[in-house]
């Protein structure tokens, strides 16, 4: 068997109720939580979320799900072995989630790497799917590359309008949802400029 074969998942269903695997007061969905920093503190700052990880890394997802779990956490907040680009097109219903985070993602700047972005368009397509009016999709990366593309990929999209800071951006000088990533902290620490996009469902 392979290391965290049994790594947790959605459900085994075509279609998925995303109440039925998180419960709260509204759905929040991280993309690519890693090692859990963010969606734990998140959990904290935001007690009536109800929050979901999409994890890539089978690891991971096990070990930030057992963690929430022993939290107290696991009726409103998971960490799942998915690919989002998989599971993402299984969540219903439509307009359900009210914010999507992407911490530094895509670090893999290069073209040769265009393939592998989690932000892909298609990825894009299914966050406005389940967005509700007004849901926000909270973006932050110290790659000033990645972060004018996504920029521009989402200001040419109607779906879509900036939130940020100034009327008409989507740039933030802070994050304002009173948790962290470890990638943020390391890049603060560092000194290291953080580009922060906020685009809300128009």
Avoid: C
């Avoid at 680009?85 to 219903?92: E, G, Q, T």
């Amino acid at each position: 068997m392979k290391p965290y074969a049994d790594a947790p998942r959605l459900p085994d269903t075509e279609n998925v109720e995303v109440r039925d695997v998180v419960r709260g007061a509204w759905i929040e969905i991280e993309l690519g939580p890693g090692r859990g920093g963010f969606l734990i503190e998140r959990a904290a700052a935001a007690p009536e979320a109800a929050l979901l990880g999409l994890e890539i890394r089978r690891k991971w997802a096990a070990i930030v799900d057992a963690r929430l779990a022993k939290l107290g956490l696991a009726s409103r907040a998971r960490s799942l072995a998915e690919d989002a680009r998989v599971a993402l097109p299984r969540i219903v219903p439509d307009a359900s989630v009210r914010r999507f985070f992407a911490h530094f993602p895509d670090p893999w700047w290069k073209k040769r790497h265009q393939k592998r972005l989690m932000l892909a368009p298609a990825v894009v397509d299914q966050v406005a799917r389940l967005l509700e009016p007004g849901g926000e999709l909270f973006v932050q990366t110290d790659v000033e590359e990645r972060a004018a593309q996504l920029e521009a990929l989402l200001a040419s999209d109607a779906r879509f309008r900036p939130a940020g800071d100034a009327a008409g951006s989507p740039r933030l000088t802070e994050n304002p949802y009173g948790a962290r990533s470890p990638r943020e902290r390391r890049a603060m620490a560092d000194g290291l400029p953080i580009h922060r996009l906020r685009f809300v469902r128009a």
